[in-house]
């Protein structure tokens, strides 16, 4: 009986504290909603993030960012962001007139302070190129404007993301120094990167290659006969081994450019977008990798 007595007491006790308790020791704060314009931004905002902020990108895998039309839903998703990443340099040709239907909403160009290289030639010509995260020098900048943002719009989780924002840094150094030795073994002669998109002038600086390439930028007209027959000119002129397409665009044209000139087609290089997870290019730094891979064993002939 007296044992029972005290049971029903110590009941009684936790049913009195328990809501004291659920006042005085509040719930967990939300994480901060982040929504990255493209895959290769929304991941390596992720990095920075880490388990301090919920980060999605507007955009799924695959997509082809430059023509990208945004959906109802996706103002939906935007609406609800407490910060939208975004790329800038007229990349997202689209993001502007979509942002502008947002209220109260955040948004930060992770380009800023990165000096860009110009397009040389089409209807952008003499304008920025965009495709300033192909330098993994760059991407350092990119990490850093991300991890000021955050800390900004969230700066009880400052010193974490300060410090994964080094992390990554370190990581992104480190595949920097990788590339610059493996595509070094490019003979000196032959350091033409011929893509469809000329995407790649920033990774072409880096590692003193030549960009030559089909288009100058996905918006731009693709393909078209003057395009392809100034890049076989070239091609032969130049002795060029080996040709690229990227993954959001059609291999047609560059496959013809390898069938007239005798080059080879050396595969598929990814730029615009990561891919899922199942395939070759899941994160940025995995996009890099793949991309000397596929570079390297095309000069080399493994491919």
């Known amino acids: 009986m007296r044992r029972h007595q005290i049971l029903s007491a110590l009941l009684l006790l936790v049913a009195f504290l328990l809501p004291w ?9 939300p994480r901060l909603r982040v929504l990255a314009t493209f895959t290769i931004l929304a991941d390596m905002a992720r990095n920075v993030a880490g388990e301090h902020a919920d980060v999605d ?4 895998p695959g997509a082809e960012i430059h023509g990208y039309e945004p959906t109802p839903q996706d103002l939906v998703r935007a609406s609800r962001a407490q910060l939208i990443l975004w790329n800038g340099l007229n990349l997202e040709v689209w993001f502007e007139k979509f942002f502008a239907d947002l209220r109260g909403v955040p948004s930060v160009a992770l ?5 860009p290289i110009l397009i040389g030639s ?6 920025p190129d965009p495709h300033a995260w192909m330098s993994p020098r760059n991407a350092l ?3 850093e404007n991300i991890r000021a943002a955050l800390a900004r719009h969230d700066p009880r989780n400052a010193e974490a993301y300060a410090a994964n924002a080094a992390a990554y840094s370190e990581k992104i150094r480190a595949v920097d120094a990788r590339l610059r030795e493996q595509l070094a073994r490019i003979p000196e002669d032959r350091r033409f990167l011929v893509t469809s998109e000329g995407a790649f002038a920033y990774l072409c600086r880096d590692y003193d290659l030549r960009p030559l390439y089909l288009w100058p930028i996905n918006a731009d007209s693709q393909g078209t006969p003057r395009q392809v027959r ?8 130049h002795r060029v081994p080996v040709v690229f397409s990227e993954s959001t665009v059609s291999p047609r044209p560059m496959r013809q450019v390898a069938r007239e000139t005798g080059a080879r087609y050396g595969g598929v290089l990814h730029v615009d977008s990561l891919t899922n997870a199942r395939g070759p290019a899941p994160t940025y ?15 080399l002939g493994t491919n």
């Open 21 to 29: 308790r659920l006042v005085a020791e509040p719930s967990a704060q």
């Open 57 to 60: 990108s507007l955009t799924p």
């Open 111 to 115: 380009t800023e302070g990165i000096e």
């Open 122 to 127: 089409g209807s952008y010509a003499g304008k």
């Open 141 to 143: 900048v990119y990490v």
């Open 230 to 237: 100034a890049v076989i000119d070239a091609v032969r002129a």
């Open 285 to 299: 730094l995995a996009l890099l990798e793949s991309n000397a891979r596929t570079i390297l064993n095309g000069f």
